[in-house]
């Protein structure tokens, strides 16, 4: 079992990652018999892992109160919040309630907001079961709902008090929802960890036979270059945070401009990092064969290297930012400055951007 | 021109208190040139100060933008909030927009709800025009929404950058509303401050007169008391700030069982408070000459000294505590040991309270 420690300006808590944790009580502490709970989670999830869940608890003498919501990033919105707090309401769910996220990041952001919210602010534990929310929306108190057109328009940070990461869970992950979270995985390597990068090189083929000693040092390792983060900018202040959205502002132009679910995230951001690395190479900061490295593991993770075909390079700016600095002809961009390191740059000339995309599609 | 600094967690902020605060952009500050600014108000307010506001800012090159919502406490809402998510989103405010609050608690409530949640946390400036706001909703950063029956039930502690509190808004102000708001006034007094106390025994015709001399140093006092317990309770965590609530627990039932809006929430408050110090004085705490001074007080004041005749003494209690432990027969309430001073009491028998209740009835 390994334990990583998050360090917050309020208070800190900790990430437990091992097989078999929901089955016992001790992954949810400071949970105690007689505590009220309210346990939200999804129809996919519900059928695998709800009643394993409730035994633990319930079995403890946790009061558990629950709302299953149907699966979809719709949920992730006011009619979701809607149904959390009509169930605390409803039984009566008061200041010293515990929520507890049972689903992928679209169940723990929301239900994280829901907590942040409720009577200005209440406990809740983060159980995520997708790669993606286990190596990074678990963990930070990033919490959100989306908003009409805008994604995560709406939300606040709100740690949890413990994030429960049972490795079993992955084993029920569709394929495509694995490999979009491995995108995140490399994101990190390439962003932050130059060591890490190679042991994905080295380790990639037991990833994606999900073996759970893979799983277990990958997810250990993520967590900790997360949490090392969130330390040190807990709130998006000062441009550590930022590092993690490597790849992020391409990618959201594919996701935008195709239609939300056309790209996953992870196949968006995975093409992102590329156009992000092949930008730092025109700005004289990246050397090519760490562009082919890139792509190799992309490739063997079974993430594209490049966007749709059916995207201009141009078509791509108008998505890329969404205040006027853009139209003056400048961005502000993650980029690598070698495989492990990256940096926030802000000036970078439209043009430049354009010819980057342009290299990532025909190479 | 009085200052009075709230020093909290994150940061500190000021609240100033003069006569033609908005005709003056220094009140403003850091608002600066060039800032983007949405500005939420209501209906009744917008005609009497929303031109004045906006020459003070555009003419001093702030991007100003609005919202102005009908009035009333329903909009302090879902609804309410959504209008302002859409209004921010269409009109591109970004992390960096500062949103102002005119209007008395329902708008800055709402507005400081909306700011602790667009984009995780932008800025917010409090302009209260009430009474009650100018002493008490403005400051310390609570802010919420309505749902469905329940009052502020979500919400988030969110701290404005700056209070501007001018009295000329208070000479435009309905009398029942500020007749309610010194309510609040008399409960700082009885809670916390004997000498203000005082002052407001020698000084309640001039208040009611809205004379700008007496007001000013009685909302400054209130400010003071207010920031005094925020410094050392921001999040309600230690029973500090509880000691606000005074009167309340008592009042809310009036104003539930009643149907908000048939009492105001400081007539409501008025009785409460009548009501907490009959409980004291049956516990043993509080002398029958000090509950004299009190209701001679608030009758000066035209607050009632009794709630309505058409509640019984025992119709109090199903509202006086959400949670299961007024069913064990014992509450939790803010009572007072003295004029001036207060403190949080568990386990009082419910039958001392509907006794304390009957005797402010027949007295
Ligand atoms: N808060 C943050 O810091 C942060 C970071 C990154 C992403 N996010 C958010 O996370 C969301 C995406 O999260 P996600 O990729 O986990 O998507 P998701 O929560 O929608 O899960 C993906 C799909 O897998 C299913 N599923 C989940 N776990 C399963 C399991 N163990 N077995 C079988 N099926 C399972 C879900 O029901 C869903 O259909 C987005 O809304 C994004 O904005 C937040
Ligand atoms: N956040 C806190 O700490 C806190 C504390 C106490 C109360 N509150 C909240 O505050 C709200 C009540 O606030 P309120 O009493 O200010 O009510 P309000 O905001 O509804 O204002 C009362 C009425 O007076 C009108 N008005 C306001 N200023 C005026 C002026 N200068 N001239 C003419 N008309 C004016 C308003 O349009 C409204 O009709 C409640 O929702 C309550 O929950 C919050
Ligand atoms: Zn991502
Ligand atoms: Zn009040």
Redesign the pocket.
Same mark, same amino acid.
């Given at each position: 079992m390994a334990k990583i420690i998050v360090k917050t300006e309020r208070y800190s808590y900790p990430i437990t990652i091992d097989t078999g944790l929901i089955h016992n009580l001790a992954s949810f502490l400071p949970l105690k018999a007689n505590d009220q709970v309210m346990l939200v989670t999804?129809q996919?999830?519900a059928p695998?892992?709800l009643k394993s869940l409730l035994i633990t608890l319930e079995g403890n003498g946790i009061k558990v109160d629950q709302v299953v919501l149907p699966?979809? +990033?719709q949920y992730?919105s006011l009619t979701g919040l809607e149904q959390i707090f009509a169930a605390l309401s409803e039984k009566f769910h008061g200041r010293d309630t515990t929520l507890i996220a049972l689903?992928?990041?679209?169940?723990?952001?929301l239900t994280?907001f829901a907590a942040a919210c409720y009577q200005r602010g209440v406990r809740f534990i983060q159980v995520?079961?997708?790669?993606?929310?286990q190596v990074?929306?678990?963990?930070?108190g990033?919490?959100?709902i989306?908003h009409a057109m805008s994604?995560?328009m709406i939300g606040a940070f709100h740690q949890p008090i413990s994030v429960v990461i049972d490795l079993d869970?992955?084993?029920?992950?569709?394929k495509s +929802?694995f490999i979009?979270?491995l995108a +995140?995985v490399i994101k990190y390597a390439i962003a932050l960890d130059s060591d890490f990068f190679v042991w994905l090189e080295n380790n990639i083929e037991d990833l994606l036979a999900r073996d759970t000693t893979a799983l277990r040092y990958c997810i250990r390792r993520c967590c900790e270059l997360k949490a090392g983060i969130v330390a040190i900018d807990e709130r998006e202040e000062n441009g550590q945070r930022a590092l993690l959205n490597l790849g992020h502002t391409y990618g959201h132009a594919i996701e935008v401009a195709m239609g939300y679910g056309t790209w996953s995230?992870?196949q968006a951001v995975a093409a992102g990092m590329v156009m992000a690395a092949e930008t730092a190479k025109l700005l004289g900061q990246f050397a090519t064969a760490d562009i082919e490295r890139i792509k190799v593991l992309l490739l063997r993770a079974g993430l594209p290297t490049h966007g749709p075909d059916t995207m201009t390079a141009e078509s791509y700016l108008p998505y890329m930012q969404r205040d006027k600095k853009v139209l003056a002809g400048e961005l502000r961009l993650i980029l690598p400055t070698g495989i492990g390191q990256s940096e926030i740059r802000s000036g970078i000339p439209s043009h430049i951007v354009i010819k980057a995309i342009k290299h990532s599609q025909i190479s």
């Amino acid at each position: 079992m390994a334990k990583i420690i998050v360090k917050t300006e309020r208070y800190s808590y900790p990430i437990t990652i091992d097989t078999g944790l929901i089955h016992n009580l001790a992954s949810f502490l400071p949970l105690k018999a007689n505590d009220q709970v309210m346990l939200v989670t999804n129809q996919t999830l519900a059928p695998l892992y709800l009643k394993s869940l409730l035994i633990t608890l319930e079995g403890n003498g946790i009061k558990v109160d629950q709302v299953v919501l149907p699966d979809g +990033e719709q949920y992730k919105s006011l009619t979701g919040l809607e149904q959390i707090f009509a169930a605390l309401s409803e039984k009566f769910h008061g200041r010293d309630t515990t929520l507890i996220a049972l689903g992928g990041g679209v169940i723990g952001d929301l239900t994280g907001f829901a907590a942040a919210c409720y009577q200005r602010g209440v406990r809740f534990i983060q159980v995520p079961t997708t790669l993606l929310a286990q190596v990074d929306a678990a963990i930070g108190g990033k919490t959100a709902i989306n908003h009409a057109m805008s994604k995560n328009m709406i939300g606040a940070f709100h740690q949890p008090i413990s994030v429960v990461i049972d490795l079993d869970f992955l084993q029920t992950l569709p394929k495509s +929802e694995f490999i979009s979270g491995l995108a +995140e995985v490399i994101k990190y390597a390439i962003a932050l960890d130059s060591d890490f990068f190679v042991w994905l090189e080295n380790n990639i083929e037991d990833l994606l036979a999900r073996d759970t000693t893979a799983l277990r040092y990958c997810i250990r390792r993520c967590c900790e270059l997360k949490a090392g983060i969130v330390a040190i900018d807990e709130r998006e202040e000062n441009g550590q945070r930022a590092l993690l959205n490597l790849g992020h502002t391409y990618g959201h132009a594919i996701e935008v401009a195709m239609g939300y679910g056309t790209w996953s995230h992870g196949q968006a951001v995975a093409a992102g990092m590329v156009m992000a690395a092949e930008t730092a190479k025109l700005l004289g900061q990246f050397a090519t064969a760490d562009i082919e490295r890139i792509k190799v593991l992309l490739l063997r993770a079974g993430l594209p290297t490049h966007g749709p075909d059916t995207m201009t390079a141009e078509s791509y700016l108008p998505y890329m930012q969404r205040d006027k600095k853009v139209l003056a002809g400048e961005l502000r961009l993650i980029l690598p400055t070698g495989i492990g390191q990256s940096e926030i740059r802000s000036g970078i000339p439209s043009h430049i951007v354009i010819k980057a995309i342009k290299h990532s599609q025909i190479s």
